[in-house]
């Protein structure tokens, strides 16, 4: 395998971080009261996850170790690299995701966690205090900007997910990889993911956030529904299409689906990213109303495994083409 597991978690933290934002902008698009919750979540979780993926890829590279300037030479090493490029939307895409999680925080109102520190922690409070009071007037400086760094926060959240798959799909030496589908592949699994990720955040949170997204949890995994169904055919035409074109790729989806990481992709893509979030969907059609914050926290965690896997999987599965 010529890449390993710190850039499968790249991978994975860079599409489901820009998935997060994609969702959480669609979400306020259609009614920000309605899924208020979603937009939230979304917003915040969305830059951190992208941020927290780019030290596996750092460290995947071997930069930062010995030589911490080396670093610098992904973003000018190679202006024509994708990878350079890459390095630039990633790095402004975390920069307006953070300006817009900031945003996400009401410094008009009180924070009922900070009040409570009050009799409690007194000096805690205190430090709180003055750094809310410090860091409103630079949120209401921001403030008016929205609008115009959601804008520009969507196109590099586009690009990212893009970029997630074209920086293997562009691998002329691994047949399975230089495929046409890999990109939509992994823009679709990106949007599946980050749905996830925000619902899940989205769960976890205090109850009457909880409360007012539940009655929406129906509408939203109908949705996430379709995604997967549209992921399961990119699979299937990936895999198809990648067994015809040459002996590598043929031995590469040999290896996926009957070799030694069949078990993984059988139970990790297969059963958890489709079947087990799928099952729980129609059982709640069947049952005629929304699941439990537990039944979502199931269902979505089980998407965000194998988004995980399937990136895992593709580099894993790697098998390049024998120059005699």
């Not at 951190?48 to 030479?73: S, T």
């Not at 953070?98 to 805690?124: A, C, I, M, Q, S």
Request: charged share 10%.
């Amino acid at each position: 395998m010529a890449w390993g597991l710190p850039i499968a978690i790249y991978l994975f933290l860079a599409g489901a971080g820009a998935g997060a934002f994609l969702c959480a902008v669609g979400a306020e698009i259609y009614s920000r009261h309605t899924f208020k919750p979603l937009v939230h979540s979304g917003t915040l979780i969305s830059g951190p996850m992208v941020a927290l993926g780019m030290p596996f890829l750092i460290y995947d590279l071997g930069m930062g170790k010995v030589e911490p300037w080396r670093i610098f030479f992904l973003f000018f090493g190679n202006p024509s690299s994708i990878m350079s490029w890459g390095a630039w939307i990633i790095s402004a895409f975390v920069t307006v995701s953070l300006t817009l999680g900031f945003l996400e925080l009401d410094f008009h109102e009180t924070w009922p966690w900070l009040e409570k520190r009050k009799l409690h922690h007194p000096k805690l409070y205190r430090r709180l205090s003055f750094i809310k009071q410090i860091m409103t007037p630079i949120h209401n400086a921001i403030e008016p900007y929205r609008v115009k760094l959601l804008i520009a926060g969507t196109v590099l959240a586009l690009a990212t997910t893009v970029y997630t798959g074209l920086l293997i799909g562009i691998v002329n030496s691994v047949p399975l990889w230089n495929s046409a589908i890999l990109p939509v592949l992994f823009m679709d699994s990106a949007l599946s993911t980050g749905l996830a990720a925000a619902v899940v955040y989205a769960v976890v949170q205090p109850i009457e956030e909880r409360r007012l997204l539940a009655h929406h949890f129906f509408s939203l995994n109908q949705i996430h529904s379709l995604m997967i169904v549209i992921e399961v055919l990119f699979i299937f035409s990936w895999l198809l299409l990648s067994a015809n074109s040459s002996n590598a790729a043929n031995e590469s989806v040999h290896m996926l689906m009957f070799g030694n990481l069949s078990l993984l992709f059988w139970i990790g893509i297969a059963f958890f990213g489709i079947l087990d979030p799928i099952l729980i969907y129609i059982y709640e059609v069947l049952l005629g109303k929304p699941l439990m914050a537990y039944g979502m926290i199931v269902s979505d965690g089980s998407v965000l495994v194998g988004g995980f896997i399937l990136r895992y999987l593709a580099l894993s599965a790697a098998v390049p083409v024998v120059l005699f």
